[in-house]
């Protein structure tokens, strides 16, 4: 069914009708996070596990800037479908029909340019305003995880409608015998900071890419070859550029229960990243069965990386579950539930508020604006309904 507004008078929030859902207005919630013990939750960086292998990549394949993978840019994003509303929505856009149907391939994180370098020059990095969405792909529909990827999408009127795959990749072999290999994880969440890019790893925390090194490889051979071949090039399932992992963020805890990094966003007033796990009330064989956390871990100071070792600033226990997004923003903060199809917002003074949501939604991203309305940038993961949208933070925040 078509989306269309409802009017209502008094300065209440409008209801809208999407895809037979009715979007109420937010109501009120009960329920509230509580405060655990931050000592609890550290980081361990390493922002060199791989120099030697990757300055060896570099120095055979040749370094591509990102302004150059988009001058490439061979993919077509479209327009958000006619019937796709909801309260506060600004803009937004889908992928090509081969993306928006794909059952290996399901988009996870997201993150922007905005991220990277703020809103100075538009948000723009290397000269380009850049909405970044993970992917993980499957061996075959319903498989197992084969890869990982990132869609580079350009978002500014200045070039096309374009977006370019990149592939992730784990360097392997050493120096002298360079190579690499695919990353089979979740990419729940990703976000970029700086020239650093760091994506959700479930079980251990976060891997580290740096924007400055994508690396070009050949698109020739068969699709599912990786690494250096026979013939000493080296190919990537025929994507013409990949992202090697510089290193590794691992999670520490004592508090008994290890976390599940399910997703990551940046939050660029206190300077830290603010994380969230994917749990079950009960039932689940997949996932764990208990209340879920949200923890900060700030950045190092004046920097975009973590210290060697860094204590959480800041660790709750949730009340929601199944928990696909998190974003935090001058004390704010907003979780999506795709159990629930709700998106909560909460403040420790003000409490927490339950607005109905999309379905089958994944990570956020806070997009900062000086002159217009600061947003919230989601995506939804259904094969044939991947809308990836923006909506003004406003509307959401109780």
């Not at 061996?139 to 999408?153: K, N, Q, Y």
């Not at 208990?290 to 204590?311: K, L, N, V």
Request: hydrophobic residues 35%; neutral net charge.
């Amino acid at each position: 069914m078509s989306g269309h507004r409802i009017a209502t008078r008094s300065g209440l929030a409008v209801a809208v009708l999407t895809a037979g859902l009715l979007v109420a207005p937010g109501t009120a919630a009960a329920a509230t996070p509580t405060n655990l013990p931050v000592d609890q939750y550290t980081l361990s960086a390493n922002y060199h596990q791989f120099d030697a292998v990757n300055a060896s990549l570099a120095s055979t394949l040749g370094v591509a800037s990102v302004h150059s993978v988009m001058t490439n840019a061979n993919h077509d994003r479209t327009g958000l479908p006619s019937s796709f509303s909801l309260p506060g929505l600004e803009t937004g856009f889908r992928f090509d029909n081969g993306d928006n149907s794909d059952c290996r391939s399901y988009p996870q994180g997201i993150t922007t340019s905005r991220d990277a370098v703020g809103t100075a020059d538009s948000g723009n990095y290397d000269g380009h305003q850049l909405v970044v969405v993970s992917w993980y792909t499957r061996d075959a529909c319903g498989g197992d995880h084969e890869r990982s990827r990132l869609t580079l999408v350009d978002w500014d009127a200045t070039y096309p409608n374009k977006y370019r795959k990149v592939l992730l990749v784990e360097p392997t072999g050493t120096a002298t015998s360079p190579d690499f290999k695919d990353i089979p994880i979740h990419a729940g969440g990703v976000s970029w900071y700086g020239d650093h890019l760091y994506v959700a790893d479930t079980g251990r925390g976060m891997r580290v890419f740096d924007m400055r090194k994508i690396l070009r490889t050949n698109t020739g051979g068969d699709a599912d070859q990786i690494g250096r071949g026979p013939d000493g090039e080296y190919y990537a399932h025929n994507y013409a550029y990949v992202l090697p992992q510089i290193g590794t963020i691992t999670s520490n805890t004592t508090s008994g229960t290890r976390l599940s990094w399910s997703t990551i966003s940046l939050d660029r007033v206190s300077r830290s990243m603010v994380m969230t796990e994917y749990t079950c009330s009960s039932g689940c064989a997949s996932y764990p069965n208990r209340a879920p956390r949200a923890i900060r871990f700030p950045f190092a100071p004046g920097a975009t990386t973590f210290a060697a070792s860094t204590t959480a600033t800041q660790a709750l226990r949730l009340p929601w579950y199944k928990l696909n997004g998190v974003a935090s923003h001058n004390g704010r903060w907003w979780y999506y539930s795709s159990g629930a199809k709700q998106l909560y917002y909460w403040t420790p003074s003000a409490g927490s508020t339950t607005y109905p949501f999309v379905s089958l939604g994944e990570s956020i991203s806070y997009w900062e604006d000086d002159t217009k309305p600061d947003l919230l940038w989601t995506l939804q993961e259904g094969a044939g309904n991947r809308n990836v949208f923006a909506v003004r933070q406003g509307t959401y925040d109780g």
